[in-house]
């Protein structure tokens, strides 16, 4: 793996880059995206982007884990998480290996 990460600021320049607008406009754009898939997530929707993937949340039961020091259990209270399901599209991409992203 190549250890690298995508940040908001380079989503924001790829905006920028592609659509032509400004800086500004781009990364306020971006936000706007971000802010609604978060919206919608956190109200218990699912978020699917065609040929990338879906969000979802689940709910985690309550169950009884164990201190890896100790060996005392203690019980892991019940929580939502996030869930992401790549899409047949992005799995047969990154399995092939095609990206048009440049390094």
Do not use: H
């Not at 400004?22 to 978020?47: F, I, K, P």
């Not at 879906?54 to 309550?62: A, C, E, T």
């Amino acid at each position: 793996m190549s250890g690298k990460t995508v940040t908001r600021a380079q989503l924001g320049e790829a905006v920028y880059q592609e659509v032509g607008l400004s800086r500004n406009e781009s990364a306020d754009l971006l936000e706007s995206v971000l802010s609604y898939m978060s919206d919608t997530l956190a109200q218990g929707e699912t978020v699917k982007i065609s040929s990338f993937g879906s969000f979802s949340i689940r709910q985690k039961g309550q169950r009884i884990g164990r201190n890896p020091k100790t060996g005392e259990e203690v019980p892991i209270l019940p929580r939502k998480v996030l869930v992401f399901r790549p899409s047949q599209v992005l799995k047969s991409r990154i399995n092939s290996g095609n990206s048009s992203v440049s390094e």
